[in-house]
């Protein structure tokens, strides 16, 4: 195997773990308030909260909220095996919300 050759594999498995690491995750959280992923990076979001330090603060409350209800999510399918679902779901809660059905 040539250099290039082994540039081109190992490439896309650096840019992955890059982006997956603790640090990256972390950062993601305090840039856009994505919730980590990553065990490290949850644990030091939550100490974050727990010290009121998010910026902007009114953030602080909202999210010690969502990430307190993250201990409690699942596994959830993706978007495309939730397609089937979604559909009838969409039609029968739009009608709901504009009150032309009751949830019995």
């Known amino acids: ?25 972390y950062r993601l959280f305090s840039v856009v ?28 409350g909202i999210m010690k909220g969502i990430l307190q209800q993250a201990q409690y999510g699942q596994k959830f399918p993706n978007i495309p095996q939730m397609s089937y679902y ?5 039609t029968y809660a739009s009608e709901f919300f504009a009150s032309k059905i009751t949830a019995t």
């Open 86 to 90: 979604w559909k009838s779901f969409h």
């Open 33 to 60: 308030h994505d919730i980590p992923a990553n065990a490290i990076a949850y644990s030091k979001a939550i100490s974050l909260l727990n010290q009121g330090k998010l910026q902007p603060s009114y953030l602080n």
């Open 1 to 25: 195997m040539k250099g290039s050759d082994l540039l081109v594999v190992a490439a896309p498995r650096i840019f992955v773990l890059y982006v997956t690491n603790a640090q990256s995750d």
